[in-house]
């Protein structure tokens, strides 16, 4: 349910995409003007987005945004 949720919240900032499963989103997303940032030094910004591959626990993986206080 994580991509439903991120897909809303890039819709209503004016960004439509499509939904598909949240390991996916790796690849969709430099399509649209997205790019990867290195994590040394990183600080989220309201509207990043991260996007987890698969695993164990999560086969479809996931995909979490940043709202400015916390990722969600």
Do not use: T
Not at 9 to 28: F, Q, S, T
Not at 40 to 45: A, E, F, S, V
């Amino acid at each position: 349910m994580c991509a439903g949720y991120v897909i809303k919240a890039m819709w209503r900032g004016g960004c439509p995409i499509g939904l598909v499963p949240a390991y996916a989103y790796n690849k969709i997303l430099p399509q649209i003007g997205f790019k990867e940032i290195p994590s040394n030094d990183y600080r989220p910004q309201k509207g990043d987005i991260c996007v987890l591959p698969q695993n164990r626990k999560a086969s479809f993986g996931h995909i979490a945004i940043y709202n400015g206080s916390q990722w969600v």
